[in-house]
Nanobody, 119 residues
Framework: QLVESGGGLVQTGGSLRLSCAAS????????MDWYRQAPGKERELVAT???????NHADSVKGRFTISRDNAKNTVYLQMNNLKPEDTAVYYC???????????????WGQGTQVSVSS
């Protein structure tokens, strides 16, 4: 189970920090991602982080958003600075979770958290 938090309403130029905590039976977590979906648009990948900490960010958020994770807490974060109205969307996290040494990775999704940026 993934639970997101930290969304809300901010003005242009403001900041928010999203969190996504995984719980349940977890042996290890691989890649964790943040996606977003604006009204009438397809879901897009915002940022990715591997278990070793390597990151990748979409061009539209580079220099403004930073993905990070705390492996001890099974949590991924998205620090969002200098927010723009076009960042308004529902933000989702997902994680590749392995529940035992012998199992395969399965993808789990959070329920989404709304981020709204006013102009």
């Amino acid at each position: 189970q993934l639970v997101e938090s930290g969304g809300g309403l901010v003005q242009t130029g403001g900041s928010l920090r999203l969190s996504c905590a995984a719980s349940g039976t977890i042996f290890t977590i691989g890649v964790m991602d943040w996606y977003r979906q604006a009204p009438g648009k397809e879901r897009e990948l915002v940022a990715t982080i591997t278990s070793g900490g390597s990151t990748n960010h979409a061009d539209s958020v580079k220099g403004r958003f930073t993905i990070s994770r705390d492996n001890a807490k099974n949590t991924v974060y998205l620090q969002m600075n200098n927010l723009k109205p076009e960042d308004t969307a529902v933000y989702y996290c997902d994680a590749d979770v392995k529940q035992s040494f012998y199992s395969t990775y399965q993808i789990y999704w959070g329920q989404g958290t709304q981020v709204s940026v006013s102009s």
